[in-house]
């Protein structure tokens, strides 16, 4: 019997295999990673320093570890070169694999900044371990950060860097930070409380050219300000890996297209984690891979239900201004009412009929989440 194929050691293949081995204890199960197939948790990644983590403290088990418990297969540094759907086959490593079915857990790719410059070549993004470690390396103590990118991750990554003693630098193309996820006012709040940091945001700008410079590097702003670095960190967003399956001929739009049964366009090929788009939603957080995961999980045993989504608040993990967002994920402009408290911002998106569609915290009224997440309906309700 050939082995059910798991593509990816992130959180998302390895929730999938876990889930797998918790309801059958025998199907044969075959993950394939092109990383080292570390087990770690990536939200720590951006929270790590402040918290005098190391990379390799990070490591929950190694892929030999994981193997070993749960009695799989693990692959490392193997990537996926092709996919055959007809033949249900793949190619990695120089083998030819075939699969009884096949779970593309890719991840996403950081975006290009497509920069200028002598030095662009130098500039970081932190999607894994592997990179965090080598920009952890590079960083030197206290030294100066330029982050291109305020959303989530810019933002956090802003907050750690200058909460351990390094200069930091915030360039941002929008008008405020966190823009897809909060109202301009609590983006403003974020903003005050990085610069209590000592973290300097330079608003719809953007980065052109990285330069090298006699002591580090010069980033060359859109407006021809020139910020002196150490280091640059771009953290500019990332995109569904969706090229293996559009050179498998499976249906891509944003991410790989899955139903709510995770199944994509092709016979037992099925996606999860931030690779796939579900139900047209691209979602790239722990909280829909999980229940993605734990949903395809019993699928592939024999289940017919298909995935559920809870209402699933985003943390900001930024605890110079801890922030919680929700906001309404299917891309409606709609209008927010804020309400500034001595205790932090509570702003409602409301939709056309006057429902809640969408709310943000900041502050100490972050801990009102789960009364306002019980006022809204999950993105995808359990199946009546
Ligand atoms: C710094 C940071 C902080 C974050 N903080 C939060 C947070 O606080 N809360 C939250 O909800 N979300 C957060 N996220 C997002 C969250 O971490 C991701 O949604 C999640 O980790 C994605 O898991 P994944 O398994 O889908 O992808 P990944 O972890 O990217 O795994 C993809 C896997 O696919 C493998 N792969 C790719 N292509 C191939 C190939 N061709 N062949 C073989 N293997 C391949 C890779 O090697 C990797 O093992 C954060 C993300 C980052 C970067």
Redesign the pocket.
């Known amino acids: 019997m050939h082995p059910m194929v798991i593509?990816?050691?992130?959180?998302?293949?390895y929730t999938l295999a876990r889930e797998l081995r918790k309801r059958d204890a025998a199907v044969p199960l075959l993950v394939?990673?092109?990383?080292n197939g570390d087990v770690y948790s990536?939200?720590m990644?951006?929270t790590a320093l402040a918290q005098g983590q190391t990379p390799e403290r990070l490591v929950q088990m190694t892929a030999a570890q994981l193997q070993a418990q749960l009695g799989i297969s693990v692959r490392t540094m193997?990537?996926?070169e092709s996919i055959d759907a007809t033949a249900h086959t793949l190619y990695a490593g120089g083998e030819l694999i075939a699969w009884s079915r096949l779970v593309l857990?890719?991840?996403?790719n950081p975006v290009d900044p497509h920069l200028a410059g002598d030095a662009a070549d130098t500039v970081f993004s932190?999607?894994?371990l592997a990179d965090y470690a080598r920009f952890r390396a590079a960083l030197p103590s206290g030294g100066r950060v330029v982050i291109l990118g305020g959303g989530l991750?810019g933002c956090?990554f802003a907050n750690d860097l200058a909460a351990a003693g390094h200069a930091v630098e915030l360039v941002h193309p929008r008008e405020w930070l966190l823009e897809r996820l909060l109202p301009e006012q609590a983006g403003r709040a974020v903003q005050a409380a990085l610069g209590g940091l000592g973290v300097q945001s330079h608003l719809g700008r953007k980065a052109t050219a990285v330069q090298r410079a006699d002591h580090g590097v010069t980033v060359v702003l859109d407006d021809g300000r020139r910020l002196q670095a150490d280091i640059v960190l771009s953290a500019i967003g990332l995109r569904p890996?969706t090229a293996?399956a559009q050179q498998a001929g499976l249906a891509v739009l944003r991410g790989i297209v899955v139903d709510r049964w995770l199944r994509s366009s092709a016979a037992d090929i099925y996606a999860i984690?931030?690779?796939a788009e579900v139900d047209g939603y691209v979602l790239?957080?722990?909280?829909p891979?999980l229940a993605q995961a734990r949903a395809l999980a019993a699928i592939l045993c024999g289940g017919d239900a298909p995935l559920a989504y809870p209402v699933m608040p985003?943390?900001v993990?930024t605890p110079a201004c801890p922030v919680v967002s929700l906001a309404a994920a299917d891309g409606r402009a709609l209008d927010w009412q804020v309400e500034q408290a001595e205790d932090g911002l509570r702003a409602r998106q409301i939709d056309a009929t006057g429902q809640m569609a969408g709310f943000v915290l900041t502050g100490a009224a972050t801990r009102e989440r789960q009364q306002f997440a019980a006022q809204l309906r999950p993105l995808l309700a359990p199946a009546s």
């Open positions: 593509v990816g050691s992130g959180m998302a293949g394939l990673t092109a990383d990536k939200p990644l951006s193997t990537r996926v857990a890719l991840g996403a932190v999607n894994n991750i956090e890996a293996l984690g931030d690779c790239p957080y722990v909280q891979l985003v943390v993990k």
